[in-house]
């Protein structure tokens, strides 16, 4: 069966005989358009045939104790459960993401005003970004619809995840990412596969280009296009797992970087099932987003007051955050109106200072999505949107190494001395 979507294989149903294994989605029942709630079953499809809707996963959970959670793997499989994917899906070759470390952050607090703030890390995952999370599904979703190429347009964390995952599976990857792409991102994408492709162009234009593939390639996964239902739910074990490691509660404010906003809707589900399963209390909390000022599409509707988001041309340091025309920026702002939240932007330059206070507060070198949200927590604190007396967690989506370029300006040597003690005593460090 192939894993790509055309205009006629919209409205069509998976036959018994070519559809996928008994099984293969796990718990998951359907694909469910979230504008017209119209129900399709599950398979290669991503658009409604209704409306056009983008579609997401839907299920039929069992009962789960938190219990069977804990005793599972330490990575993201030990929400299996939860997700679009097999039973046996530890069986297949995976570079095995999740359960990154809950950082409880005192120093960057004191340093914010801010009494009780973790950092949930990311950076620490197998290509060093919350990528990897939604790339094991992704790559499930493939294989279980016979895909034959594995392949993302992307910002560059999804190329490096997309490509180590497709390495690891013994599968053919390709990868696509603006030219302009920071080179360590480019060089963490080519150690991994050699189809790297260089588009001339910014994201959207990647983007294009991916989806018009995906119509005229048979057996292409384009993990954020053809297979984007099963691939977004990845971000939801975030959710689940800051709640266990928070001891089976919900944090009271969390601040999530938005591109194009599917984590950020993605966390908000996973907290909701995890309410209805009755594995965490029932309470409000707040969600914020986070952009740059020179792609904050969704930040200016939010402030504007207005679902209408108007595309832009991205023009920022913060590549990984550069999407101009965000697919799920409307459900971002309605989050966060319904939790009391908030979308805000930072400059380049706040996003520069936000890296290096949380590198010289806790250690954490973040790229400069990390520090978009580290400046907007800032801006949120001085403003007052956010309630620096509650229990707050910002994420930290990927590693510093790949965003070098950003901040060589800003740090460099205290001073360059002679090898010798007087040299060292007369620079008074």
Excluded at 75 to 88: E, G, K, M, S
């Amino acid at each position: 069966m192939s894993a790509v979507v055309t205009e006629a294989d919209r409205t069509a149903e998976p036959s018994p005989a070519s559809g996928p294994r008994e099984g293969a989605f796990g718990n998951a029942v359907a694909l469910v358009c979230r504008e017209c709630r119209h129900e399709v079953g599950l398979g290669p499809y991503y658009a409604c045939p209704e409306c056009f809707g983008p579609l997401e996963v839907s299920y039929e959970f069992p009962a789960i104790t938190r219990a069977e959670i804990e005793a599972g793997p330490r990575n993201i499989w030990r929400y299996q459960a939860l997700l679009p994917v097999p039973t046996d899906i530890e069986s297949s070759p995976n570079t095995e993401p999740g359960f990154t470390r809950l950082l409880r952050a005192d120093n960057l607090g004191r340093e914010l005003g801010i009494e009780n703030l973790w950092v949930k890390d990311d950076s620490t995952n197998p290509t060093n970004s919350f990528k990897d999370r939604v790339v094991a599904c992704a790559l499930s979703a493939a294989r279980e619809l016979g895909a034959k190429v594995f392949a993302c347009p992307s910002t560059g964390n999804l190329a490096n995840a997309v490509a180590a995952a497709g390495a690891r599976a013994g599968i053919k990857t390709v990868v696509f990412i603006p030219s302009n792409l920071e080179q360590p991102k480019q060089v963490n994408s080519a150690i991994f596969t050699e189809n790297l492709v260089a588009v001339d162009g910014n994201y959207d234009d990647v983007n294009k280009l991916a989806s018009e593939i995906a119509g005229e390639e048979d057996g292409w996964a384009f993990v954020n296009v053809n297979v984007r239902p099963y691939y977004a739910e990845g971000s939801k074990t975030l959710g689940y797992e800051i709640a266990e490691q928070l001891g089976w509660r919900l944090p009271d404010q969390i601040v999530i970087p938005v591109a194009s906003g599917s984590q950020l809707t993605k966390v908000d589900k996973a907290f909701q099932e995890l309410i209805k399963l009755g594995l965490v209390e029932d309470k409000p909390y707040r969600v914020f987003g986070a952009q740059a000022e020179g792609c904050g599409p969704v930040a200016t509707a939010f402030k504007a007051d207005t679902d209408a988001i108007r595309p832009v041309k991205p023009d920022t340091i913060a590549k990984s955050l550069a999407i101009g025309n965000p697919a799920d920026g409307i459900y971002v702002l309605d989050i966060a109106r319904r939790t009391g939240g908030a979308v805000e932007e930072v400059t380049d330059e706040e996003i520069r200072e936000g890296i290096v206070l949380l590198a010289r507060t806790e250690g954490i070198f973040t790229e400069t999505a990390g520090g978009t949200t580290l400046a907007v927590t800032k801006k949120l604190v001085e403003t007052g949107v956010l309630d620096p007396t509650k229990e707050t967690v910002v994420i930290n989506t990927g590693h510093g190494l790949k965003t070098l370029d950003a901040v060589s300006g800003q740090v460099r040597a205290a001073a360059t001395i002679a090898p010798s003690y007087a040299a060292f005593k007369a620079t008074g460090i």
